[in-house]
């Protein structure tokens, strides 16, 4: 089965149904990241990349994310990706929500919450990602070099997704980040989710129906 076709569309286009969906998917996730910083099991792959350059750079950690995000950015160009407002929503509505959401999510002591925490934050990113990446609005910087890859490749958003966080969790591990179950478990996991939960989604076009 071909990949879908993520690339943005108007904004004008159904923008009743795209626009919650891209904001809903974007909270969705800054929640999901939150569930599994709380959960102490493990830093996501791409945190665990930003952990490792804190620790060989004098730069702190929020730098280093947002030097990432600009490198990553323009490995678009070649790939042919557009921005869109969602690239721009991608920064603003989760660097707003996600300190929201870590006050009000208490760090459970005990391992079954926190295994739960864990694999509910996971899951839940996998939602939110197909969310907001299928109102196709453009994608944040990540995920745009996911979609990109894929499009380009004619490789599944599943096989693409797990190599870049294997990538990133490589590269983290070898610069001194800290890789924990939970890491294994979301480079592993999120690009069969994304995938699964993609048709659920994706806007669709007159073109894109076979």
């Known amino acids: 089965m071909p990949p879908a076709d993520l690339r943005p569309l108007p904004v004008t286009r159904n923008p009743g149904r795209r626009l919650p969906q891209l904001i809903c998917g974007l909270v969705l996730y800054a929640v999901s990241m939150a569930m599994q910083i709380r959960s ?12 490792g350059l804190t620790r060989q750079t004098p730069l702190s950690f ?4 947002a030097i990432t995000g600009v490198i990553v950015l323009l490995l678009w160009i070649p790939l042919r990706q557009r921005p869109g407002i969602g690239t721009v929503a991608n ?13 009000l999510l208490p760090a459970p002591d005990a391992l079954a919450p926190r ?8 899951v839940l990113n996998g939602v939110a990602t197909a969310a907001y990446v299928g109102a196709r609005l453009g994608p944040g910087p ?12 004619g490789r599944s958003v599943r096989l ?11 590269c983290g591990w070898l610069l001194g ?10 480079a592993l996991a999120i690009g069969a989710l994304t995938q699964a939960f993609l048709p659920f989604f994706a806007v669709r076009t007159a073109r894109d129906v076979p």
């Not at 920064?91 to 006050?103: E, F, G």
């Not at 295994?115 to 996971?122: E, K, N, P, S």
Request: net charge negative.
């Open 177 to 186: 980040g800290t890789v924990g179950l939970g890491t294994v478990l979301y």
């Open 62 to 65: 929020g730098v280093v994310t």
């Open 40 to 51: 102490g099991l493990g830093l996501n792959p791409w945190d665990v990349l930003h952990e």
């Open 91 to 103: 920064v603003v509505v989760i660097a707003s929500t996600i300190d929201v959401a870590l006050a």
């Open 115 to 122: 295994i739960a925490l864990l694999v509910g934050g996971v």
């Open 142 to 153: 990540r995920d745009g070099l996911m979609t990109g890859l894929s499009m380009r490749t």
């Open 160 to 170: 693409v997704r797990t190599c870049i966080e294997v990538v990133a969790l490589g």
